[in-house]
């Protein structure tokens, strides 16, 4: 009597199941808004969507799937946030590319405006799991950050085997997300039945590893009078996919995908998985290896036995030179991609909670701290115990080291400061996203020259690169794949050339001797620029030939040997004199941060949160 009572509830349960997962739905898929302050169209075409999803009674929610402004500005997303507001209806939204990569709030803002960058719910049966994609602050390739990986295993913990799963992304998930495979890996150990993405801004019928997935159409207009979105409709374990055209109400079905349960488990061995088989070379020597929970979006900075980083947590934290074990940490309230610098026992860094830190090099207590009006993603540089740093509200400051006492204020730029600002002769100069370059007297914060690349788009601005200088000229590359040589005193362009087959983009060092500017270019190439000749002379040449080629983070020489950072997680040493790589290590498959190399030992951080302690073993 017991096991027929267990077997009739077993049977209801089971019936109860198939009911829940038998109810048919719909839902508005919506993705790449691109709200931008200076394109109102855009804005009105969001309006129209959410319009037109208001006035359809069958739509139970709506997914937006990153892209949501055009350049992650603060006033961008609150427009956007408005409008959406306006959806009589649940919506659940993660960020893009767009909105994280050039935001002046360091991600910030996005997660204070609509409360967070991911989301989980379910519906009708189905488990919707979103997250963010990044690159956070830094050119490359897409990449769910750290922090999102273990909020997904969360979920996904929490999630029952049987359940559908539909996992939703701004990138695609293949290599042009650089740890798609970690995701995929993870998804694949439940019942994941579908992914939706966006980013490619028109509609396409895609199959990540044997995955059904759906690119959803952008919403903007781009050459029609009238943009758009998606309707989806789950009904008998089918995704009906119907391209939505609002103001005349025009709908066409394009797209269908099956709904199942695939049982893939944890079999991943036959697709595309990187390769660490160059770190069998034996020419490099792993000291230690550090992981962090969250991602690291800036480079190291050397304290006697310490090695200090910061994180997107939030933290300014010193490790252990020898061991790799954490000696202590302070915590900020605002994701942080400012590069630390040390002088004696002061560590300084911006945070995007609004403030710049001073750090105790021994203790890790504060020694004080100094509020902008908006994000500190830049990161500091200190000469004579005067700290120098810009922010995202329009100045750039400098602070006594000791005391945090503000020494002047330049209140003047036009746009948001991330790089890592350059002292010459007497000044210092830094770029801005608002296609301007400064350079200010360093005693008073006096404006002394301002140069503007005429560029109309802004995230064509010479502002990631760290700007080098010598035989009084300065030297810069930008997103707008020229080369700009400036008069140092003046500002006057000495030379701006763009050579055919030859697109710069951030990433630059000045050799020791400072001969030569190190550019490394998106066709995977490493050159030499002359610093001394009256055009764009390539004085030096490497061997090395990358596969195409985005990481903006600097190129640095020592003793005799180049250190090149890529977007692969690979890092490259090669020889000043001949040009030929003496080693290549991967540290992982995520966007190197600039590299700390010392006398002890090679320092390497990636921005999936991987740090190496590296040593070069010399061969005969």
Not at 150 to 170: A, F, G, M, Q, R
Not at 393 to 412: E, I, P, Y
Not at 453 to 480: E, H, K, L, Q, T
Not at 493 to 503: A, D, F, Q
Request: with cysteine; net charge positive.
């Amino acid at each position: 009597m017991k096991c027929k009572r267990l077997s009739t509830l077993l049977l209801l349960v089971l019936l109860t199941t198939s009911i829940t997962r038998a109810q048919s739905f719909k839902f508005a898929f919506v993705s790449d808004t691109h709200v931008n302050i200076g394109n109102p169209t855009a804005a009105e075409d969001l309006r129209r969507t959410v319009k037109d999803i208001n006035n359809n009674p069958d739509l139970k929610f709506v997914v937006i799937t990153g892209d949501i402004t055009e350049f992650g500005a603060d006033e961008e997303l609150k427009l956007a946030k408005q409008i959406l507001d306006s959806l009589n209806k649940k919506w659940y939204i993660i960020p893009g590319n767009h909105d994280s990569n050039w935001s002046e709030s360091g991600s910030n803002s996005f997660r204070k405006v609509f409360g967070s960058e991911t989301f989980a719910f379910n519906y009708g049966g189905y488990q919707f799991a979103g997250t963010s994609c990044g690159p956070n602050m830094r050119m490359g390739p897409g990449q769910v950050p750290r922090e999102n990986i273990v909020w997904l295993d969360s979920v996904l913990n929490h999630t029952k085997p049987e359940t559908p799963l539909i996992y939703l992304n701004h990138y695609p998930q293949d290599s042009s997300q650089n740890n798609w495979y970690t995701v995929i890996n993870k998804l694949k150990t439940k019942n994941i039945q579908m992914i939706l993405c966006g980013h490619g801004h028109s509609n396409h019928v895609l199959n990540f590893e044997g995955i059904p997935s759906i690119m959803g159409r952008s919403n903007l207009r781009a050459k029609d009078s009238i943009g758009g979105y998606n309707i989806v409709t789950i009904q008998n374990g089918k995704a009906t996919f119907e391209e939505r055209t609002p103001v005349i109400e025009k709908s066409r079905k394009w797209a269908e995908a099956e709904l199942f349960d695939h049982h893939f488990g944890k079999d991943t061995a036959h697709y595309y998985r990187p390769s660490y088989a160059m770190n069998k070379e034996g020419k490099v020597k792993v000291l230690w290896d550090y992981q962090d929970q969250s991602d690291i979006g800036a480079g190291m900075a050397v304290a006697n036995n310490k090695v200090i980083l910061t994180d997107t947590k939030g933290l300014i934290y010193a490790l252990d030179r020898k061991t790799g074990k954490r000696i202590w940490a302070y915590a900020t309230a605002g994701k942080m991609y400012s590069t630390p610098c040390v002088s004696g026992n002061y560590v300084v860094a911006g945070s995007s909670d609004k403030y710049i830190y001073c750090i105790s090099a021994v203790t890790g207590k504060l020694i004080w701290k100094s509020a902008a009006e908006k994000a500190v993603v830049a990161s500091p540089v200190i000469e004579n115990k005067t700290v120098y740093i810009g922010a995202s509200d329009g100045h750039f400051r400098a602070f006594d080291l000791v005391t945090g006492k503000l020494v002047w204020d330049f209140d003047q730029v036009k746009g948001f400061v991330v790089d890592k600002p350059l002292i010459y002769q007497g000044k210092i100069y830094f770029g801005c996203w608002a296609n301007d370059f400064y350079a200010l007297d360093m005693a008073t914060g006096k404006l002394v020259w301002k140069w503007n690349n005429g560029m109309s788009n802004r995230m064509f601005s010479p502002a990631a690169c760290y700007p080098v200088a010598a035989n009084n000229r300065i030297f810069i590359v930008a997103p707008d794949q020229y080369m700009t040589s400036l008069d140092a005193s003046s500002g006057k362009v000495l030379w701006r050339e763009k050579v055919r087959g030859t697109r710069f983009r951030e990433s630059m060092g000045l050799s020791t001797d400072s001969s030569l500017v190190y550019v490394k270019i998106m066709d995977g190439k490493l050159l030499g620029i002359s610093t001394q000749a009256d055009s764009m002379q390539i004085a030096w040449k490497s061997s090395l030939q990358l596969p195409y080629e985005l990481c903006p983070s600097a190129i640095v020489e020592h003793k005799g040997v180049i250190y090149v950072p890529t977007h692969s997680g690979i890092a490259y040493a090669v020889d000043r004199k001949s040009g030929d790589v003496l080693w290549k290590y991967k540290v992982s498959n995520c966007l190197v941060n600039p590299i700390l190399p010392t006398d002890q030992a090679i320092y390497i951080s990636t921005m999936d949160g991987k740090v190496s302690s590296l040593q070069s073993i010399k061969t005969k």
